[in-house]
């Protein structure tokens, strides 16, 4: 279960999305049954990020010098491997605080993209773990779904030890929210103390409606589509919000989006906040929804949230 949809478009360019819509639209009448579990296997696909742009460049140039001092872990677990890197602060960093941040990226990202956060949580005295989910960075495979990311983080807490804090991107938000909820079956609820979660998606059932409407799919398709969930979970899409897991959950949260975000709507946190009154909401305006985790404001907002 990927977060597949409006983030989706730049690695589909107008000429083979219409090409899938019309194969889909057409397949939907016929079979809506094998068009779903195709429909499924692109909406789990994983692509490489462009890195042809200038800024990208430099933010992947940078983190290069930072993530060669990290000690890289291949960790393995039922789907293949998972990597994450471990950062520990210098012995002379005073008033250590003695625990450990998750920092968990987004779709069609990896770890290094998240690099910004590491120095600054490093300077207060945390040890960091840099996860690149399945499917993304240096993990293996070219595929991504929920029940895959799940065991692949309790994979990580296993082999590394326990986390107290955890610092998400976008999809990176809806992957914890569910390991933490434990609404995988065989993959029990875990603890943390605070939560930073920007950018997150909330409605997994609005990502699914989203993507069955771009790529053509019909009614029966795409209900053929929610029902591959089922079929792998046990549960329904619905089960699988942020604002309804992180019910359950206690922890200090801090969501931060900006206003504008154009791929994860602003409007996905404000409902993740009516749900859990304890959350704090801090908007952040023109920074869009990739542009947001190069921001040292936002840098700054988490760190201080997190060492406070």
């Known amino acids: 279960m990927c977060f597949a949809s409006d983030q989706s478009k730049p690695f589909l360019n107008n000429t083979i999305l219409l ?36 800024q990208r ?20 677990y039922s789907e293949g491997t998972v990597a994450a890197f471990e950062f520990n602060p210098a012995n002379s960093v005073e008033n250590l605080q003695g625990k450990t941040v998750w920092i968990v990226h987004g779709w069609q990202s990896h770890s290094m993209y998240m690099n910004k956060f590491v120095q ?53 938000g809806a992957v914890v929210a569910t390991t933490l909820a434990g609404t995988i079956p065989g993959c029990p609820a875990l603890p943390v103390s605070k939560l930073v979660m920007i950018s997150p998606p909330d409605s997994m059932t609005k990502i699914f409606n989203d993507f069955a409407s ?24 619905d089960d699988f919000s ?7 959950i206690s922890t200090q949260l801090l969501l931060i989006h900006a206003p504008g975000d154009k791929e994860v709507p602003y409007s996905e946190s404000e409902s993740i906040v009516r749900s859990n ?6 908007p952040m305006d023109g ?7 190069a921001s040292d404001d936002v840098v700054q907002a988490a760190v201080s949230f997190i060492a406070a």
Do not use: W, Y
Request: net charge positive.
């Open 57 to 76: 460049k430099a933010i992947l140039a940078s983190a290069r010098k930072l993530f060669a001092e990290a000690i890289q872990h291949d960790i393995s």
């Open 120 to 172: 600054p949580l490093l300077d207060e005295g945390f040890r960091v773990i840099c996860i690149d989910l399945p499917g993304h960075g240096r993990s293996s495979g070219r595929t991504f779904h929920l029940p895959m990311a799940v065991p692949a983080l309790h994979a990580v807490r296993e082999k590394l030890g326990e986390f107290d804090v955890i610092l998400s991107h976008s999809l990176g």
């Open 214 to 237: 771009m790529v053509g799919l019909n009614k029966n398709a795409n209900k053929a589509l929610h029902n591959i969930v089922t079929r792998l979970t046990g549960k329904i899409t």
């Open 19 to 54: 090409f899938i819509r019309t194969v889909f639209g057409f397949a939907s009448r016929i079979a809506p049954k094998l068009t779903a579990r195709a429909a499924f296997r692109l909406f789990c696909t994983t692509f490489e990020p462009d890195k042809n742009s200038s």
């Open 242 to 248: 942020t604002s309804v897991q992180l019910q359950g």
């Open 277 to 282: 009154p304890s959350a704090v909401l801090k």
């Open 287 to 293: 920074l869009g929804h990739r542009r947001i985790i």
